[in-house]
C-alpha cells in the first residue's frame, strides 16, 4: 500500500464519534496484548497520521517523519532486539521487581498490524529556528507532541497504540536505514485491538500506582 500517493485532506472528517476528547484520553491505552492483527483501512491509518502531522511544532519545522513498518522479516529483526534489551533492564532488577516484571507483556509487534515509527530531524528548518535557540529541545518535544496526537485519534477509531522503547538508537537506525543526523523517537505499535483495559497494564500488574492530580499541582513555587 503506497500512502504517499494519497493527500491527506484535513476538512474530510472521521466518523461521528460517541466520545468526546476527555473520553478519549482517559480511554487511551499503551497496548500490548489486545492486538488482533486486522488490517487498519487505508483512511483510517490516513486520518491518524494526518492528526499526528496537524501538531504544534516550534518554529513550524514539523520535524516528524513517520516509517510504516510492515515487512515481516524487519519487524521480527527489531523484536529480536528488543527482547535482548529487556533481558538487559530484567538483570538489573530485585527479585520481586522481576517476578513483577516477568508478568508484564512489553510488546506487540508482532501482533500488531504495523509499526509507526516516529523520527526527529534536528536539521529540519535550521539554523534559525524560531523558538529553539533557548531550548534545543524543543523540537523534540514537537515530535512528542505528534505522537500523542496520533496516539489519541487512533483511540478515537478504536485501534490501539504500544510504544516500545527497549531499543537502542543506533540498532534502529541501522535496521531501517535512519540517517545518523535523525533520532527514532518512536516504534509504535498500531492496529485494532479486541479491547482497551480500564486499568493500564503497569499499574494493574502491581509495577506503579497511578500518582493523585493533587500530588502533581503546586503553587508558584516546586515544593521544597
Given at each position: ?6 493527500r491527506?485532506d484535513?476538512s474530510v ?15 487511551r ?9 486486522a ?9 491518524i ?17 513517520f516509517?510504516?513498518v ?6 521480527m ?5 528488543v ?10 532488577l ?5 517476578n513483577?516484571?516477568?508478568?508484564i507483556?512489553?510488546?506487540?509487534i508482532?501482533?500488531?498490524?504495523l509499526?509507526i515509527v516516529?523520527?526527529?530531524d534536528?536539521?529540519r528548518?535550521?539554523?534559525a529556528v ?16 505528534a505522537i ?10 478504536g485501534?490501539?497504540?504500544g510504544?516500545v522503547?527497549?531499543?537502542q ?11 545518523g ?10 492496529g ?5 483495559e480500564s486499568?493500564?497494564?503497569l499499574?494493574?500488574?502491581g509495577?506503579?500506582?497511578r500518582r ?7 503553587e ?5
Amino acid at each position: 500500500m503506497i500512502l504517499s500517493s494519497r493527500r491527506y485532506d484535513p476538512s474530510v472528517t472521521a466518523p461521528v464519534l460517541t466520545a468526546d476528547l476527555y473520553q478519549v484520553i482517559n480511554a487511551r491505552r499503551d497496548v500490548r496484548a489486545e492486538f488482533t492483527g486486522a488490517a487498519v483501512p487505508e483512511e483510517v491509518l490516513l486520518r491518524i497520521l494526518g492528526a499526528a502531522h496537524a501538531a504544534p511544532s516550534v518554529g513550524l519545522t514539523q520535524p516528524w517523519d513517520f516509517l510504516l513498518v510492515r515487512d515481516q522479516e524487519l519487524r521480527m529483526a527489531f523484536k529480536a532486539h528488543v527482547e535482548q534489551e529487556q533481558a538487559a533492564f530484567a538483570a538489573t532488577l530485585d527479585e520481586q521487581a522481576l517476578n513483577t516484571f516477568k508478568r508484564i507483556k512489553i510488546e506487540g509487534i508482532l501482533e500488531s498490524s504495523l509499526g509507526i515509527v516516529v523520527t526527529y530531524d534536528a536539521e529540519r528548518g535550521a539554523p534559525a529556528v524560531l523558538g529553539r535557540n533557548s531550548i534545543a529541545d524543543a523540537g523534540l518535544y514537537s515530535v512528542c507532541l505528534a505522537i500523542q496526537n496520533l496516539w489519541l485519534a487512533a483511540t478515537a477509531e478504536g485501534l490501539g497504540v504500544g510504544w516500545v522503547s527497549f531499543y537502542q538508537e543506533e540498532f534502529l537506525q541501522g535496521l531501517l536505514r535512519i540517517p545518523g543526523s535523525v533520532r527514532p523517537v518512536a516504534w509504535l505499535c498500531v492496529g485494532p485491538v479486541s479491547h482497551l483495559e480500564s486499568v493500564p497494564d503497569l499499574e494493574r500488574h502491581g509495577w506503579r500506582a497511578r500518582r493523585p492530580l493533587a500530588d502533581a499541582i503546586h503553587e508558584n513555587f516546586y515544593p521544597a
